[in-house]
């Protein structure tokens, strides 16, 4: 990426606002959220060959508490069983859809926000119902406004100032508005077409979108003369955001899809442009808020702090060998049947004799490492002329993804300290070239001293005043946040295959994939890492076991 004059004066204002540090209080921090000790104990075999202290039992064992797992529990309890078993290798539920507090105010550990749902995932719409997040009134589905993202939702740091929504907008040339329309037009297009919903599996296959899915993003954008550096950083940002990518690194479908399987693409002067793109739930805590709901029935039956060792098929059942991280020692566990709702590479290397399908899919899959940092400030921050503070907040050519404000669905407007969630993925990019395993090395091998520093840069620009009121950073990171679409991807692990309606469909092609008394639920299956695949694909897998 080219640096222009008008970046260099945004980065040097960064620069210069980090100037004379010696005379500014201490930021306090350090890392949190995530035991990446225990987790690399797991990965060197810990526990491994160790003899069971005690076997006990259960009717059905669901190995992950992320999403997916959460969902298959509470699928088996709407079901009428009661008799299950989580495990959890963290010290609490919610995989990378946790919250958590800072300085007593709540905010999210992962993931921020759940976009209303449409018809083809009406799990999570029954699920929305019994929250009481929405409710029928007069035949039309209501929300409750408590929880839809306050107004105004989004907003973009842009050669020098602020101005509403995402998309350039300020002074781009008329060629940018026109590749805005004609980009806006391919997209509308194509959802009639490739017919793109979530879940993904619920979609027609058709030749358009296996097409789409077997090339990258950027190949397809320069075929079709979609070369505007405005709306390719807008494109990569998205990309980035749902995907940990960037638009040479994730497949055309997946690129589309972002647009097509939900609000579409607005240029300026359609309805949803120059602003709010989609309606969108969010509370202080993130998508915390839903997992924390569906951990709290389950008492006992979450097992945090237990690694899966070992999961086996043997002749009356299935056998799971979990290391309790607080005793210290084996447990053994047999059951009927085991929904193993982990990411499909720890799930290739704990279940003996793995099926063919799901050594293809853990082989076949790059994950994003991401990091979030929430930082807590004693006082609101200044800010730059244009439009006003947002829920999301977001520095135009900045390799992170910009911030939330966790204090923006409160109804009390008195101006008091916050939290606010940087988030910054570090998968492959236009930026550095890195590939996912050297930004995984860099997550884990930096200092948290190296994420302040980059933290305090890109937001200094638009608030200059930020180390004088950041008074801590907590930041979390994910080795394996997320799935990246790639190019092929969505057609090698089932859900894009033209086989799909020429009888019934192979294991690999269910949404919840069955071997013999296992069930995999995760969102990997979906190859793309969002909250309506990994629960819809958790409930199923819940309600067959």
Do not use: K
């Amino acid at each position: 990426m080219t640096l222009r004059r008008r970046d260099f004066i945004g980065a040097s204002a960064g620069t210069l606002a980090l100037a004379g540090c010696e005379s500014r209080p201490p930021i306090d921090g350090g890392f949190t959220g995530i035991d990446v000790a225990r987790g690399h104990a797991w990965r060197d075999g810990a526990g491994r060959g160790a003899a069971p202290a005690e076997t006990r039992r259960t009717r059905v064992l669901i190995a992950g508490a992320g999403v997916a797992g959460l969902a298959a529990a509470r699928a088996l309890r709407l079901a009428g069983t009661e008799d299950f078993v989580l495990l959890e290798l963290e010290d609490g539920a919610g995989g990378n859809a946790r919250g958590g507090r800072l300085h007593d105010i709540a905010c999210p550990l992962g993931a921020h926000y759940l976009p209303t749902p449409g018809d083809a995932a009406h799990e999570v719409q029954d699920l929305l119902e019994e929250l009481g997040l929405r409710r029928r009134v007069a035949g039309r589905w209501e929300y409750d406004e408590r929880h839809l993202c306050h107004s105004p939702q989004e907003r973009l740091f842009f050669r020098g100032e602020w101005q509403d929504g995402l998309l350039p907008l300020h002074g781009v040339a008329a060629g940018t508005l026109a590749q805005y329309h004609r980009f806006a037009q391919r997209v509308e297009a194509l959802q009639r077409e490739a017919h793109f919903t979530i879940p993904a599996f619920r979609a027609p296959v058709t030749t358009a979108a296996v097409a789409l899915d077997a090339e990258p993003f950027a190949a397809w954008l320069a075929r079709e003369g979609l070369d505007d550096p405005q709306l390719r950083w807008y494109l990569d940002y998205c990309c980035r955001d749902d995907y940990g990518a960037g638009v040479a690194h994730v497949s055309a479908w997946a690129g589309i899809h972002y647009f097509a399987s939900r609000h579409g693409f607005h240029p300026p002067g359609d309805d949803g442009a120059d602003g709010e793109r989609e309606a969108v739930l969010t509370w202080p805590e993130g998508n915390g808020w839903l997992t924390q709901r569906l951990a709290a029935p389950l008492g006992e039956r979450l097992r945090a702090g237990h690694a899966v060792l070992r999961i086996a098929e043997v002749r009356h059942g299935v056998e799971v060998d979990a290391w309790d991280a607080a005793a210290r020692r084996v447990v053994r566990w047999q059951a009927e049947r085991c929904i193993v709702a982990l990411p499909a590479f720890i799930a290739a290397r704990v279940v003996e004799q793995a099926p063919d399908f799901l050594r293809r899919a853990a082989a076949g899959l790059q994950y994003a490492p991401w990091l979030v940092a929430n930082v807590h400030l004693r006082a609101p921050l200044q800010d730059r002329p244009g439009a006003a503070p947002s829920w999301d907040n977001v520095v135009y050519g900045s390799r992170g993804l910009g911030y939330v404000d966790a204090r923006h669905q409160t109804l009390d407007p008195t101006p008091r300290a916050t939290v606010v969630s940087w988030y910054r993925p570090l998968g492959p990019s236009g930026f550095d070239g890195a590939t996912a395993a050297e930004g995984r090395r860099r997550l884990l091998d930096a200092p948290w001293s190296a994420w302040r520093d980059e933290l305090l840069a890109e937001l200094s620009a638009p608030h200059p005043d930020l180390a004088d009121v950041a008074t801590r950073i907590d930041i979390t990171r994910y080795g394996h946040a997320m799935a990246i679409p790639t190019p092929g991807l969505a057609s090698r692990i089932g859900h894009l295959r033209l086989s799909r309606g020429r009888g019934q469909p192979s294991e690999e092609e269910q949404p919840a994939p069955i071997a013999g008394r296992i069930t995999f639920a995760h969102a990997d299956w979906a190859g793309y890492s969002i909250f309506e695949e990994a629960f819809t694909r958790g409930h199923l897998a819940g309600s067959a076991a």
